[in-house]
């Protein structure tokens, strides 16, 4: 079976500039997570979905963040007006359920370069 | 305050030369200690979860231990196919699904 996917997996942008991310889950996983990797630092809690539950959006570092996903399918993470402290790896994983006990997947990752 | 703190930040290993990981956190009610793996440009790779003082998971040459305050890594007889930065995470109470990560050590075994 696929795992975690992720779209594009380089992006480079122009300061300013508004970038959009695709994640595609694990089939049948009902939780969706995304981070945040900078260079050298661990992983950045952003938002995490569970079926149609409302999103956990408490990592968003700033209202320029924002994601979306449709029922228990593909999740887009939305940044607007890309300032180049958003440069960074960013992480989407997937686990079964939302009790968090259960293994989170993750994807390969995409990389923002903002200049 | 940092709640997952991870150490050293970078190891050399000879092949064969075992070691241990150290991953600290500073919160009482844990609910879940995890480690991954990560190699240059994936994502990090599931390996253990922990979830109570005195627990041990092993897999292949890597085995994983939790105290009340800290959890161990230790690695027997590595291999360079070992190298990667191991990460851990803490799942906390009261935070919903939020997991804390730690900044990894990046391990590096010569052949």
């Known amino acids: 079976g696929a795992g975690v996917s992720q779209s594009p997996s380089n992006k480079v942008t122009e300061k300013g500039k508004d970038v959009e991310l695709r994640c595609d889950p694990i089939?049948?996983?009902?939780?969706l997570y995304w981070y945040r990797q900078r260079l050298g630092q661990g992983l950045e809690f952003l938002i995490y979905f569970q079926g149609n539950s409302a999103p956990d959006k408490s990592g968003l570092p700033s209202d320029r963040f924002s994601a979306e996903r449709t029922g228990e399918s593909v999740s887009t993470l939305t940044i607007q007006r890309t300032q180049q402290e958003d440069s960074a790896v960013y992480l989407c994983?997937?686990?079964?359920?939302?009790?968090?006990?259960?293994?989170?997947?993750f994807g390969p990752g995409t990389r923002l370069t903002v200049l | 305050e940092d709640q997952v703190t991870q150490s050293p930040e970078a190891l050399r290993l000879q092949e064969g030369e075992s070691s241990s990981l150290n991953c600290s956190y500073t919160?009482?009610?844990?609910?879940?200690l995890f480690w991954y793996r990560q190699d240059p440009g994936k994502g990090p790779e599931f390996l253990f979860t922990?979830?109570?003082a005195g627990e041990e998971k092993e897999k292949e040459r890597l085995k994983a231990t939790l105290t009340k305050k800290e959890s161990f890594l230790h690695i027997t007889a590595p291999k360079p196919e070992d190298s990667a930065t191991y990460l851990c995470a803490v799942r906390l109470p009261n935070t919903g699904n939020q997991f804390y990560f730690g900044t990894g050590t990046s391990l590096t075994v010569i052949p």
């Open positions: 919160v009482s009610g844990l609910r879940g």
């Open positions: 089939s049948g996983h009902t939780a």
């Open positions: 922990l979830y109570s």
């Open positions: 994983a997937s686990s079964l359920s939302w009790t968090g006990t259960d293994t989170q997947y």
